[in-house]
Structure formats: C-alpha cells, structure tokens
C-alpha cells in the first residue's frame, strides 16, 4: 500500500504533467475551478468580510468567475492583485475560535493571488502550487484541526483523496471539446457541500 507521502509524490507529478498539455486560457480555468469551493465556505467569506467590506469580497470572487470563464482583463487582474497585496492582517492576533476561517482566508487569497499573477505573468506554479495545492491544504487543516462535532474525519480523508482524482478529471474536461458546457461546480459538487456545513460551527 502506498504511504501518504507516495500518493503526494505521484499526484503532484501528475498534475504538473496534465497543467502543462494545457494551454493559457485553459490553465485559467482550471485555477478558477480549484479555488471556487472557498467562496462557498461561507465562514471564510463572513471573516474576509470582518476585514474588508462587501465591494472587496465581490471583487475577488467577480475575478474568479471572469477566470472561468476566460473573460478576465489585463484591468481587473491588476486591480486585484494589488488589492490582495495590500490587504493584509496579524494571524498571531486572532481569537483562537477564528483560527480556522483566518487560515482558509489565508488559503484562498493567496490562491487567487497566485491566480492573478499567471494572468499576468504566466508562470506555471502558480496555479499547481498557488492554485491547486490551496485546496487541498484547506482540507488536510480540516483533517488535522478537525474538531468532535465536525465531520468525520473519514468522511475528509475521502474528500482529500476524491480530490486529488478530481483535479486530473477536470484538466481532461477542460481540454476536451465541451469546455463551454462545463459548469464550475463539477466534480466539486460533495466538497462543496462539506464546506457550507462548516457554518456556524
């Protein structure tokens, strides 16, 4: 049986291999589908909020959407990535019982940091390391933080995993013929509802 850190190995190859058979606008995307299921957390939205205001939130998710669908200006990139390099908190200062929605804030802006600076830039990492990995550490936080009346931690274990196979199914969605078919929640669709349970709690 594989250990933990072989399947890592094996995944992170993979999907540096697939994002490369893919070409810009299609990378894009697939960066967008990766961070998506963090606008659903909606305790992540409500700490980004604490911090901000209504018109900063709607923007970083505006950009996610635009990058979906490969609508995305050179204009709105800029824009949001120098407001995500201005937007900044102490996390040694946060209550303990908002650890977990400081962490995944941290996650998914800098996800979408790293979203922004390939539209820009065009330097491949930043949607394997910046993008897809983003999710999945958000889920390994929930796995090793993971409280009594969460989840259960199995059922995260699964997800994690489901991950992994998602990510590589949704780069050979992206390049087939129907990209414009594809709606932005597939294959997310359980991990998203995993996420919204998280409200409140």
């Given at each position: 049986m594989d250990s933990l850190l072989d399947n890592w190995n094996k995944y992170s190859e993979s999907i540096s291999l697939a994002i490369e058979q893919l070409n810009k606008r299609q990378i894009v995307s697939f960066g967008a589908w990766s961070l998506f299921p963090f606008t659903k957390d909606k305790e992540i939205m409500k700490f980004i909020a604490s911090l901000s205001n209504k018109i900063f939130i709607d923007k970083i998710i505006s950009f996610v959407y635009s990058c979906w669908d490969g609508k995305q200006?050179?204009?709105?990139?800029?824009?949001?990535?120098?407001?995500?390099?201005?937007?900044?908190?102490?996390?040694?200062?946060?209550?303990?019982?908002?650890?977990?929605?400081?962490?995944?804030?941290?996650?998914?802006?800098?996800?979408?940091?790293?979203?922004?600076?390939?539209?820009?830039?065009?330097?491949?990492?930043d949607i394997t390391q910046g993008c897809a990995y983003q999710i999945l550490f958000r889920i390994d936080y929930k796995i090793a933080f993971h409280q009594e009346d969460d989840i259960d931690i199995t059922v995260l274990e699964d997800i994690y995993t489901k991950e992994m196979k998602n990510q590589l199914k949704m780069i050979e969605d992206i390049s087939g013929s129907q990209k414009e078919a594809l709606q932005i929640e597939r294959h997310h669709e359980e991990l998203i509802s995993i996420f919204a349970k998280y409200e409140g709690e």
């Open positions: 200006t050179i204009e709105e990139t800029k824009n949001v990535y120098e407001m995500l390099i201005a937007f900044k908190w102490d996390s040694d200062e946060i209550p303990m019982e908002r650890e977990d929605s400081s962490q995944g804030a941290i996650d998914f802006l800098g996800g979408v940091e790293a979203l922004s600076e390939f539209v820009l830039k065009g330097n491949k990492n």
